[in-house]
Each structure stands twice: as structure tokens, then as C-alpha cells.
Antibody
Framework: QVQLQESGPGLVKPSQTLSLTCTVS??????????WSWIRQPAGKGLEWIGR???????NYKPSLKSRLTILLDTSKNQFSLELSSVTAADTAVYYC?????????????WGQGTMVTVSS | QSALTQPPSASGSPGQSVTISCTGT?????????VSWYQQHPGKAPKLMIS???KRPSGVPDRFSGSKSGNTASLTVSGLQAEDEADYYC??????????FGGGTKLTVL
């Protein structure tokens, strides 16, 4: 049973870079054909898909975030990561990592528990 | 692209059925059979309830069903139970490797 766990700083200063890691356990991040995504949710608001990386290493980003976003795959550590630069208060949210099997219609069947990130000085 | 449109709230009594809509455009909901539905209880991560418009993952009760007509997808919960009270979100592929979520619907079991 694959499980996902987010980790990273809970507080980031404005204009700095937000960095999070998602650790995959119970399976190999490089086996099969999966998309590994980041999704966020501001307090009391809805879900927002941020971007994803395929097992092959190819990435897709939400157009409005593309200029600030980098998602990387580290197969040696069984992890994938998120880097969001030039953050503002609008980036404050619970950040989830999630996976979807390629060909499943982009359905996120496994989620991490989420990690709260606050952007504040 | 804008988020998909869901009603902010829905409600029903135990045993009743309730349907939640998710409206998009021909570029997302209407253009692909890649609509998913998620259930989220307070403080918890979302849980996949429906994929590809009407497919139920293993373990999801058959009280949950999905459908689509044109640019609108729907989630129906039949035989409402107290534990169904939660927020529900739809999502859709929007082309060009982009994914959209709906704004969410708070389902109250009266």
C-alpha cells in the first residue's frame, strides 16, 4: 500500500522560496506509470491543482504558476519535491501531494495528509 | 481557466438522495470523460469517490454514483447517511495537461 508524506518548513517569508518534499513509501516512485502531483488548499477554500511530474520526469504546471514553479523527482530517495519562488501571502495554504495512475483519467487515488505552509514575515 | 462551478451547499435527510452538480465548459468537463469526485471531511485529506465520470474505486459504497451531460457532471449520493456529511469536490482534465477543481460543495445531512 503506497503512502505519501509531505514535509518542509511551516513558515516562509514573503519573496522567498517555498520548498516541500513528498516521500513515497510502500512502493517505488519510479515503477509503473504515475503522475505525482501537488495540490493546495487555502484555509476555508477549495482545492487547487498546482502541477505534477511523471515517472519519466516530464512535468506539467498550472499556467498561472508556471513562472514560479519547479517540481523535481528524486528516485534515489523515493521522493518528489515542490519549489515555489517569490511567495506572497496568497500562497498560504495546506499543501498536499497526491498520485494518479497514468490512464486513470487524472484521478488522485492516493493523498498525503497535507502540510500547512504560512507565508508571513 | 476558471475553477469548475459547484453549488456552495446541498442537504438531505437520512435515507434520501442528493445530487451535486459540477459545471464547466466544452474545454474541460464537456470535452473529456475525465471527471473525478472527492470527499473531504474536516481536517482530513480528500478521498477519491468517483473517477472517469462514473467509475467507483474499490471500497467506495455503491450509494455514490457519477454521471455527465454536456458540460455538467453530477455526483449522486443515495440513501444518505450521517457519515456522508462532508465537502465534495469535482475535478476535470482541462486539456494541455492542465487540471481544474470545482469550488466545493458542503453536504449537510439533516
Amino acid at each position: 500500500q503506497v503512502q505519501l508524506q509531505e514535509s518542509g518548513p511551516g513558515l516562509v517569508k514573503p519573496s522567498q522560496t517555498l520548498s516541500l518534499t513528498c516521500t513515497v513509501s510502500g512502493g517505488s516512485i519510479s515503477s509503473g506509470s504515475y503522475h505525482w502531483s501537488w495540490i493546495r488548499q487555502p484555509a476555508g477554500k477549495g482545492l487547487e491543482w498546482i502541477g505534477r511530474i511523471h515517472t519519466s520526469g516530464s512535468t506539467n504546471y498550472k499556467p498561472s504558476l508556471k513562472s514560479r514553479l519547479t517540481i523535481l523527482l528524486d528516485t534515489s530517495k523515493n521522493q518528489f519535491s515542490l519549489e515555489l519562488s517569490s511567495v506572497t501571502a496568497a500562497d498560504t495554504a495546506v499543501y498536499y501531494c497526491a498520485s494518479s495512475r497514468y490512464g486513470s483519467g487524472n484521478a488522485f487515488d492516493i493523498w498525503g495528509q497535507g502540510t500547512m505552509v504560512t507565508v508571513s514575515s | 481557466q476558471s475553477a469548475l462551478t459547484q453549488p456552495p451547499s446541498a442537504s438531505g435527510s437520512p435515507g434520501q438522495s442528493v445530487t451535486i452538480s459540477c459545471t464547466g465548459t466544452s474545454s474541460d468537463v464537456g470535452g473529456y470523460n475525465y471527471v473525478s469526485w472527492y470527499q473531504q471531511h474536516p481536517g482530513k485529506a480528500p478521498k477519491l469517490m468517483i473517477s472517469e465520470v462514473n467509475k467507483r474505486p474499490s471500497g467506495v459504497p455503491d450509494r455514490f454514483s457519477g454521471s455527465k451531460s454536456g458540460n455538467t457532471a453530477s455526483l449522486t449520493v443515495s440513501g444518505l447517511q450521517a457519515e456522508d456529511e462532508a465537502d465534495y469536490y469535482c475535478s476535470s482534465y482541462a486539456g494541455s495537461n492542465n487540471l481544474l477543481f470545482g469550488g466545493g460543495t458542503k453536504l449537510t445531512v439533516l
